[in-house]
């Protein structure tokens, strides 16, 4: 985790009212974390918005896609519609073969890959084994799985009634072990030797203790995984004051996640990722007035910057459609989808690394590192580095959030000061590498809308961004960058001499649709549940290096009844992926009527 490189020279001044200043002067042989992949932030939805959260929309120009992860709660709660099993108490979501024909053909489309929760209600892995042979292996190609989730949060288990009062971590990881066997030889027979594992999945009380643990007892688990929000939603229904934007601003703090340092050294040494499988900016579908607004954005840059720095592979933000935190929403009144506040902090990240191969760093003070703070105003801001091997280009990431009112209001002046020897990936006949500043700002932290990046905002009908894409450009002085930030914005200082959004690195696949290896039998499905689904749907590609949020809208919205035995032709289905499928069969009864 520790390498030697002459870092970028940059002095950072605030100006307090009683005229102190705070001044950063960092240090050589800067802490990095390891190279970051480019589907670095990726996506997690609960298999409760498969039908209205994903879908086409506009073809994607350039970037890459993301992994999708399918799961978290609705994953225990997942009751396959076809089922022979006893259908549990808490197994309260019916998925069948129209939501995994959707997932297949949005993989199909765009390339991307899923990582899969089953449902380990029941600690007998038969549930989940069903699940995959009968829906997953029938419908959804191997080359569109990139690894299975066995459980979720465990840690909670016990606590919601799932398991024993006395179960524990020994217990966990002899039924992980069990189920782990099953569903791996079940993958294997089908023809899907290549998929790989994802766990344990912790919420929080046995992250620090008991990650390392498991990823050593689970060499064979390659995405060592756990789920990390900004603040416990729940709490607000005891205490209403417990989260705020400013208890928002304070997470997360300097040293709060100090304790990943030896469990990513371990994992990565162990051939292993360590991934950020679910998180926003609080838990429990989050919190209005506090995840649905900007100040979720600068949260979101923030620790998404400070797992990269913590050596996580892959960061999984959290939501679709209803939920507070969600990226995005629909209204299924209006037929609209746009994009909420955490959307704009990823597309952020995203703009800011342009693909792979990235470094991430903080910046030191004379007085060592800089543990992401200015001592006289707390955890007011953070300074990022990002160090781009492949293209050479520096980036220095400020994300102002004080919400002191002596220091919030004042603008920060910052120099950057090059060093020498550091082309930036600039050719020899260059006089000097310039600066491209990018710019996420919104009117305050309780904003909603007329939140921009680069000129640009997504808060239309659409999805589809409003407003030229524009970059602020600015020619070193002497070898010295200035710019100014401004309070309650995250500013990016881009040194190198390419303009504008990062080239094309991706294409979409040629659709070829998946033809199972035997002839499916109709199962006579059905959902039990009142669900709304809707012809407006949200494709997730990624623009020029950036997550891009677009829709179409179809303009039908059928709401299921709950009376068992309704038949509905795959024909009558609004959703696009749906409509005259050859491997969708009209729902009947489950054979609990």
């Given at each position: 985790m520790f390498l030697s490189f002459a870092v970028l020279l940059l002095t950072v001044t605030i100006p307090f009212s009683n005229g102190i200043s705070v001044s950063l002067a960092p240090a050589f042989n800067t802490t990095y974390s390891h190279t970051l992949p480019a589907a670095f932030v990726s996506l997690s939805?609960?298999?409760?918005?498969v039908d209205d959260g994903i879908g086409p929309g506009p073809a994607s120009n350039g970037g890459y896609t993301p992994f999708l992860r399918i799961g978290g709660n609705s994953a225990t709660r997942l009751w396959w519609q076809g089922s022979k099993l006893p259908r549990l108490e808490q197994s309260t979501w019916s998925v069948n073969d129209i939501d995994l024909r959707i997932m297949e053909e949005f993989a199909a489309r765009t390339g991307v890959k899923y990582l899969?929760?089953?449902?380990?209600?029941?600690?007998?892995?038969?549930?989940?084994?069903?699940?995959?042979?009968?829906?997953?292996?029938?419908?959804?190609?191997?080359?569109?799985?990139?690894?299975?989730?066995?459980?979720?949060?465990?840690?909670?288990?016990?606590?919601?009634?799932?398991?024993?009062?006395t179960y524990d971590f020994p217990a966990f990881l002899t039924e992980y072990s069990t189920a782990y066997n099953a569903i791996s030889t079940a993958n294997r027979l089908a023809g899907y030797p290549n998929v790989e594992y994802m766990g344990p999945a912790y919420a929080y009380p046995w992250s620090e203790e008991l990650l390392k643990p498991f990823a050593e007892s689970n060499p064979q688990t390659r995405w060592i995984s756990f789920h990390k929000y900004g603040e416990r939603g729940c709490s607000i229904q005891t205490?209403?004051?417990a989260v705020t934007v400013l208890t928002l601003m304070t997470t997360p703090s300097s040293r709060e996640f100090e304790w990943l340092d030896g469990v990513s050294d371990f994992v990565n040494g162990n051939s292993q990722f360590l991934v950020w499988g679910e998180g926003g900016s609080?838990?429990?579908?989050?919190?209005?007035?506090?995840s649905d607004v900007f100040a979720a954005a600068l949260w979101t840059v923030d620790m998404s910057f400070e797992m990269a720095y913590r050596n996580v592979s892959y960061a999984f933000l959290s939501g679709i459609a209803q939920s507070y935190y969600a990226p995005y929403s629909y209204d299924p009144v209006t037929k609209e989808t746009r994009a909420r506040p955490p959307?704009?902090?990823?597309?952020?990240?995203?703009?800011?690394?342009?693909?792979?191969?990235?470094?991430?760093?903080?910046?030191?003070?004379?007085?060592?590192?800089?543990?992401?703070?200015?001592?006289?105003?707390?955890?007011?801001?953070?300074?990022?580095?990002?160090?781009?091997?492949r293209t050479g280009e520096w980036t220095m990431v400020v994300v102002r959030k004080d919400t002191d009112p002596f220091t919030s209001q004042q603008p920060v002046s910052i120099e950057l000061v090059l060093p020498p020897g550091e082309t930036f990936g600039c050719p020899s006949t260059a006089a000097h590498p310039n600066g491209y500043i990018t710019r996420l700002i919104a009117?305050?932290?309780?904003?909603?809308?007329?939140?921009?990046?680069?000129?640009?905002?997504?808060?239309?009908?659409?999805?589809?961004?409003?407003?030229t894409y524009t970059e602020e450009t600015v020619v070193p002085a002497n070898g010295v960058f200035s710019i100014t930030v401004n309070p309650f914005t995250a500013v990016a200082l881009r040194v190198g001499c390419t303009p504008g959004m990062a080239p094309t690195q991706y294409t979409p696949p040629p659709y070829s649709p998946f033809m199972p290896p035997t002839t499916l039998v109709p199962s006579g499905q059905q959902r039990e549940e009142t669900k709304q689904i809707s012809g407006t749907v949200v494709g997730i590609g990624v623009v020029a290096g950036a997550l891009a949020l677009a829709a179409i809208s179809a303009?039908?919205?059928?709401?299921?009844?709950?009376?068992?035995?309704?038949?509905?032709?795959?024909?009558?289905?609004?959703?696009?992926y749906a409509k005259g499928n050859p491997y969708l069969y009209s729902r009947g009864t489950d054979g609990r009527a």
């Open positions: 939805v609960e298999w409760t918005h899969i929760g089953v449902p380990m209600l029941s600690p007998d892995p038969a549930y989940a084994v069903e699940f995959l042979t009968q829906g997953i292996h029938r419908t959804i190609a191997p080359t569109h799985i990139q690894a299975i989730e066995v459980g979720n949060e465990p840690d909670h288990y016990a606590k919601k009634g799932r398991r024993p009062a205490n209403p004051n609080a838990s429990c579908n989050g919190v209005p007035g506090v959307y704009y902090g990823m597309l952020f990240v995203n703009r800011v690394l342009r693909g792979s191969d990235n470094r991430v760093f903080r910046a030191k003070t004379d007085e060592g590192i800089l543990e992401g703070e200015w001592p006289e105003v707390g955890n007011a801001a953070k300074v990022w580095g990002v160090r781009n091997d009117p305050s932290l309780s904003s909603t809308t007329d939140i921009y990046i680069n000129n640009q905002t997504w808060n239309t009908p659409t999805g589809d961004p409003s407003g303009g039908v919205v059928w709401s299921q009844n709950r009376k068992r035995g309704v038949i509905l032709p795959s024909a009558e289905h609004p959703h696009p």
